[in-house]
């Protein structure tokens, strides 16, 4: 692991891969780490990628600032761009899920010139998020999304989700061993309220009244869209997002299975469907990793 000082706030990097690679920043979401994208990483590597997996802001061992602001898309992508900078990148493919597709739509919309390419999972673009241009459809994701509007009220929601020995993450219907993971990243001080912040940053109860989507930037590069029947993000979302990429870039994949926590749960089936979308820049293909994944070729050092 690398520790990194970003636009003031210290973070915790995980690179793997040849300096020679074709670099991938892999953006994980709510309450995950960088170890969200453990099954990911030795398959892009394999495929000759340098992978670049940080903490996110307020998550695993990266900085925990309390102040909603830091936690505003335009600032994350700063943060983004800096570490980038830092490691001499000029321009990265982004894969990201939850609140890391989201981070990444973004960073590809604001800063274009660094992102080659863009892998959202679970979460399309916030243009169409809660406006897919279907009422029946907006409706739904609203239904799905309640939580977000309860999750503005501090400090409420930091009590009702640390009670009981923070009880409430078996809603996500994970493991045990996952769920305490997490207690133990989010038990940490300032953790849940960090956490929390993403959503008071991004997510306003007023976006709940938008039905329009949202007037953006057309993206330039190959996006793939990936998604898997689950209980906070509706498909519309995900197909919607569509209208914010350039005919013929646009490219949707629906997963078997349900389950919101993708590269965790459904790697067989995402890590060669990423190395395939990523081999323009330097991939070997899925064959090659899926021969990782299964242990029949040793990952490189």
Partial sequence: ?????????????RIEGPSSGSPVLLLHGFPDSHKLFDKQVPALVAAGHRVIVPDLLGFGDSAKPQEVEPYQLDSLVGIMVDLLDQLGIEQVAVVGHDWGSALAWHMAMSAPTRVSKLAALSVGSLGTYFATG????????RTMSWYMLWFQFKPAVEEALSANDYAMLSVFGEPPEQTALWKADLSRPGALTAALNWYRANIKPEAFGVFEPLE?????????GVYRDEAYCSEAQMKASERYVAPGLW????LSGFGHFIP???????NP?????LAGTG???????AAVADGTIAVEP
């Fill in 283 to 289: 991939g070997k293909g899925a064959a090659h990793a």
């Fill in 134 to 141: 279907d009422l029946m459809e907006s409706m739904r994701q």
């Fill in 251 to 254: 490219t949707y994949k629906k």
């Fill in 1 to 13: 692991m690398h520790r990194f000082t970003l636009k003031g706030f210290e973070h915790t990097v």
């Fill in 264 to 270: 965790r749960e459904a790697a067989d089936e995402l």
């Fill in 273 to 277: 469907l990423l190395v395939d979308f």
């Fill in 216 to 224: 953006l930037p057309i993206l330039q590069i190959p996006v793939l």
